[in-house]
């Protein structure tokens, strides 16, 4: 099995991000293969900037440092307050195993792409396994939303990460599942 590591993004990160977010864009792939999973987010170098200032962006590197995958994960304040996020926040509260999930105590997981040559071998695990850690200090869950096309996706997250539905979400075109998971275990 390969090794790989996980850093926060910087500066000298973003080209091959968005090499590879270029890549993995809806706008780039056949409609047949979507269900291999894409990616709709659009970041550009300034939102990468932000993002990397505010710690919500990881980088996955193998041995010989190529691009494994990359993943943003930011707290609902970052996304200001668009008709996408007044959507989202509607859904809200919604119940995980008796836990109450909130807009204050939950913070966005995703974009996240793993290169075509790299998946899986776990590199998606260890991604939701260090933004777990990483915001468990701050918030109980994290939330994210995968376009119903996006068949592997949500395979890899609902049924081998645990991840839980929480709504269905429709906006514009699109409908989304919006699914949430604990940052820790629960404590009673
Ligand atoms: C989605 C993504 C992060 C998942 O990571 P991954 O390393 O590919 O995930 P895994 O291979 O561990 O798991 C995917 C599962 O989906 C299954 N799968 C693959 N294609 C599928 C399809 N078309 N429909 C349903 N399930 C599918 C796989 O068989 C695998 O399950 P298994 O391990 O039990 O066989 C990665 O594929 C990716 O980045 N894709 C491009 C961008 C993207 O879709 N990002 C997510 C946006 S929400």
């Given amino acids: 099995m390969p090794s790989f590591s996980i ?13 590879l977010q270029e890549q993995n864009h809806l706008s ?6 979507l269900a291999d999973g894409f990616v709709t987010t659009q970041l550009s170098p300034e939102t990468l900037q932000h993002m990397s200032a505010e710690q919500g962006i ?14 943003c994960a930011n707290g609902w304040d970052f996304y200001g307050d668009g008709p ?6 509607a859904k809200l509260p919604a119940e995980v195993d008796g836990r109450t999930v909130r807009a204050d105590n939950s913070f966005q997981y995703g974009p996240v792409c793993v290169a075509g040559n790299f998946r899986g071998q776990g590199v998606l695990q260890l991604v939701v396994k260090t933004i777990r850690a990483h915001y468990a200090p701050r918030f109980d869950f994290g939330i994210t939303f995968i376009d119903i096309r996006n068949a592997r996706s949500l395979a890899a997250h609902q049924r081998k990460l645990d991840f839980q539905q929480i709504a269905m979400l429709p906006f514009a075109t699109v409908t989304y599942h919006m699914l949430a998971f604990p940052t820790k275990p629960r404590s009673n």
């Fill in 58 to 71: 990881w980088v996955v590197r193998d041995a010989d440092g190529n691009l494994a995958a990359y993943a």
């Fill in 84 to 89: 996408f996020q007044r959507a989202a926040k």
């Fill in 28 to 33: 780039a792939l056949p409609e047949e293969s």
């Fill in 7 to 19: 850093a926060l993004a910087q500066a000298d990160d973003f080209a091959d991000v968005l090499a």
